[in-house]
């Protein structure tokens, strides 16, 4: 390890990962490690002394972004803090489309060129598609293709089959008859996951899934430390792009070493995306991303050929970036509208894609209105003591019964090792039907069961024993914790709330609501409706729709027709900016009660 640099970076150099939710900064307190030898580190930070307690840094415990290194040292980086694979959420709600692909093979037998007829080889080539293709003649094909041309078709005996993308490029030239060879992939390019689909565009089949963490969490859980890193150079920006390309590479490899398809045989990338993860990827500069009045640099859909990105498919292979409506509503948003199809339909509905930056749609086929919320990492697991994401070990699932005894799972049926996302929601309404906290969130003071202790002047209550457990700690929620989650589910409830009063309608009217997102098809409905995460609205009304963007990247890459409708809904999804809003910061606060500061729209639990 080099000398001087904390045990963070040193990590990151040799490839090991280490939990970090700020990227390094020291304000999450989740990078703990183990130094046995305190000697070749430097002292315990103000900043560790204020994520660690006396207990642990007794035991070693330190944090691995403040820990400078001063000699050789060895680390012991403990389960808790370790990034292991998570429970993803693969698919999600699938419509059908007529299949269409972008992406089409044209089987063609030449004849040889003769003294009599010595036609140049392109033009050749065009005329023997012009049987199957209307405008051959305007198609274009690359230099690259074109200067392997001539050895291409004698060495294949004037028989070739020709790879054709949008009706305009010729992207692929082989050899003989590959005509049932022709894969596409579709990539959901996510704040903390990279999902692919490897689909079969002859049959527009999903013939294999992959999915990895998004390895960009090295540089923060979240979109704006990712932003703040990303502005201050171009070689910071270039990092990023390179870590969520090496993710999409990983994913893809996977998928086809799963189904036993060539890489090469892949002619079209189909990604989406939030509007940061796009301009990551593509490497554009996000800077005013990040300001005021948070303007993206292109909104329409992009096509780049995928060798300029270095991504392992065919070499004149296409990567399509879906269209973005606006602000932080990205790609993403505009595919789970496609897979839920709420722009086609007469019904109102509600859609709410649960994630760290959040997107909240609202409407039918007449009119869309959107927004984003800054709902921050909490529902991942960040900002919360015992937090982390939906892992092996995980609290996923708790019920408080009348005396406040808990009964939980966990991801994996194993000890637990902490509490994801949706266990905290459960963990917030539980304690809220009990008594045990107020609207407010405050721990109760007059309840007496030994759970609820006080630690360094905060209390918290016991979610699990310390004998229960894998670290031999507790694992508890704290006040802050559930300050956390309250704050994050008033920013969704707040953009769902000001959306509909924008329309002037209410909960009542809403024929549909759309959770989407990989949390969001694991909650809990009752337990989300009770804390105010989700408007009060009949079950039967609600669809989990997993991961929606995924659907909804597949069906543009089978679909030209799905593609066209991205295109239209992009142009014709209106936009409101939360911030600007003078109803917002109103909205904002009462939805920091539970459920809401005006119980009548709730009137599921008045009385509680």
Avoid at 100 to 122: C, I, M, N, Q, W
Avoid at 152 to 175: C, F, G, H, Y
Avoid at 244 to 259: H, L, Q, S, T
Wanted: charged share 25%; glycine share 8%; net charge neutral.
């Amino acid at each position: 390890m080099p000398y001087m640099s904390t045990v963070f970076q040193a990590a990151m150099e040799a490839g090991v990962s280490i939990r970090s939710e700020c990227g390094g900064k020291g304000a999450c307190g989740k990078c703990k490690v183990i130094i046995r030898d305190s000697k070749v580190v430097n002292e315990v930070t103000e900043l560790e002394r204020k994520h660690l307690s006396r207990q642990e840094i007794d035991s070693g415990y330190r944090l691995a972004c403040q820990t400078r290194i001063l000699g050789n040292v060895t680390v012991m980086i403990p389960l808790e803090s370790r990034l292991v694979t998570r429970k993803f959420q693969l698919g999600g709600l699938e419509r059908h489309v007529e299949l269409k692909p972008a992406v089409r093979k044209f089987h063609v037998k030449l004849p040889k060129p003769t003294l009599s007829d010595a036609e140049p080889d392109l033009e050749r080539l065009l005329e023997a598609l012009s049987q199957q293709i209307p405008n051959a003649g305007e198609l274009e094909i690359s230099y690259e293709i074109l200067r392997n041309l001539p050895k291409i078709l004698r060495d294949a005996d004037w028989s070739v089959t020709v790879t054709v993308w949008d009706d305009r490029n010729i992207i692929a030239i082989e050899p003989g008859d590959t005509l049932s060879v022709l894969f596409g992939f579709a990539v959901d390019v996510g704040t903390s996951k990279i999902v692919g689909h490897l689909v079969n565009l002859r049959t527009g089949e999903t013939v294999s899934v992959g999915a990895i963490e998004n390895p960009q969490l090295i540089h923060g859980e979240d979109i704006i430390t990712r932003l703040t890193f990303a502005i201050t150079d171009e070689t910071r920006l270039r990092t990023l792009q390179k870590l969520a390309i090496d993710g999409i590479n990983k994913v893809i490899r996977e998928a086809c070493a799963n189904a036993r398809v060539n890489s090469s045989n892949v002619y079209e990338v189909v990604a989406v995306g939030n509007t940061a993860m796009h301009h990551f990827l593509l490497a554009i500069q996000p800077k005013y991303l990040s300001l005021s009045p948070f303007t993206p640099a292109v909104k329409k859909q992009v096509s780049v050929a995928t060798k300029n990105l270095n991504i392992g498919v065919n070499q004149g292979g296409i990567l399509t970036f879906l269209p973005l409506i606006a602000g932080f509503v990205g790609a993403d948003a505009v595919a789970d509208v496609l897979a839920t199809g709420i722009h086609e339909s007469d019904e109102l509905s509600l859609l709410v894609d649960v994630g760290t930056n959040a997107e909240v749609l609202i409407g039918n086929s007449r009119d869309i209105l959107s927004c984003s919320c800054p709902s921050g990492p909490a529902f991942e697991g960040a900002h919360i003591k015992y937090g982390m994401k939906a892992t092996s070990g995980a609290i996923e699932k708790v019920q408080i019964n009348s005396h406040y005894e808990v009964h939980y799972e966990t991801i994996g049926n194993t000890k637990p090792t902490g509490i994801c996302g949706s266990a905290m929601i459960d963990i917030v309404a539980e304690l809220f039907k009990r008594a045990v906290i107020d609207n407010h969130g405050r721990f109760n003071p007059c309840i007496e069961t030994r759970r609820l202790k006080e630690n360094n002047g905060e209390k918290e209550f016991i979610i699990a024993w310390k004998d229960e457990t894998t670290t031999g700690r507790e694992i508890t929620v704290t006040q802050k914790d559930i300050s956390e989650i309250i704050l994050a589910k008033a920013a969704i409830y707040a953009g769902a709330s000001i959306l509909m009063r924008r329309i002037n309608v209410e909960a009542k009217d809403l024929n549909k609501v759309f959770i989407a997102g990989a949390f969001g098809n694991y909650i809990n409905l009752g337990n989300a409706k009770l804390i105010g995460l989700i408007p009060d609205v009949p079950t039967q009304k609600v669809t989990l729709a997993g991961n929606a963007a995924i659907s909804g990247a597949k069906m543009a890459l089978i679909s030209k027709e799905a593609r066209k409708a991205a295109d239209i809904l992009s142009k014709k999804t209106r936009y409101l900016e939360l911030t600007t809003d003078p109803l917002f910061n109103a909205e904002f606060v009462h939805a920091m009660f539970i459920p809401h500061k005006d119980l009548s729209r709730f009137p599921s639990v008045k009385g509680i």
